[in-house]
């Protein structure tokens, strides 16, 4: 069980295509299908927001895998920044353009759902991104290739 962030999606849908790896989509379309990877609200404006149009195309399609955060994952996200240290995470740049920031909810769903984060994200000593908001709460936090080689 899953939650992907947006940043897999995007490496997903721009260097993976359809045409050229059926086997890897047809297994990420059956997990989808069985609810096994989900995603947030707020991955899909970051996906609609992207460079990738087949994952905007996709994204519009899809019923049921973004999920609207709930009181659960509220609380959650309200724990993750009462971390003063991450409150970093939240980046000045995007707040003034009015950007959009899905991994607090991302983590959220992770956490209150007992599901695994996928992010292109890595893990630095003293960092604020999601493998380290993941490793504070105890959220399994994989890569993408992680996640390839769990799922065959």
């Given at each position: 069980?899953?939650?992907?962030?947006?940043?897999?999606?995007?490496?997903?849908f721009?260097?993976?295509?359809?045409?050229?790896?059926?086997?890897?989509?047809?297994?990420?379309?059956?997990?989808?299908?069985?609810?096994?990877?989900?995603?947030?609200?707020e991955?899909?404006?970051e996906?609609?927001?992207?460079?990738?149009?087949?994952?905007?195309?996709?994204?519009?399609?899809?019923?049921?895998?973004?999920?609207?955060?709930?009181a659960?994952?509220?609380?959650?996200?309200?724990?993750?920044?009462?971390?003063?240290?991450?409150?970093?995470?939240?980046?000045?740049?995007?707040?003034?353009?009015?950007?959009?920031n899905?991994?607090?909810?991302?983590?959220?769903?992770?956490g209150?759902?007992?599901?695994?984060?996928v992010?292109?994200?890595?893990?630095?000593?003293?960092?604020?991104?999601?493998?380290?908001?993941c490793?504070?709460?105890?959220?399994?936090?994989?890569?993408?290739?992680?996640?390839?080689?769990?799922e065959g």
């Amino acid at each position: 069980m899953y939650v992907f962030d947006t940043s897999p999606l995007i490496k997903l849908f721009e260097n993976y295509y359809r045409s050229r790896f059926p086997s890897l989509w047809d297994r990420f379309d059956g997990l989808v299908a069985d609810k096994r990877i989900v995603s947030t609200r707020e991955c899909k404006h970051e996906c609609n927001d992207g460079p990738a149009d087949a994952l905007r195309d996709w994204v519009n399609d899809q019923d049921g895998f973004f999920h609207t955060p709930g009181a659960a994952e509220g609380t959650y996200v309200g724990l993750i920044y009462s971390v003063p240290h991450f409150q970093q995470n939240i980046e000045q740049r995007k707040l003034l353009n009015g950007g959009r920031n899905a991994d607090p909810f991302i983590i959220a769903k992770a956490g209150t759902d007992n599901r695994a984060v996928v992010t292109m994200e890595r893990f630095k000593p003293n960092g604020a991104k999601i493998p380290n908001i993941c490793a504070h709460f105890g959220v399994e936090c994989l890569s993408v290739e992680q996640f390839m080689e769990r799922e065959g």
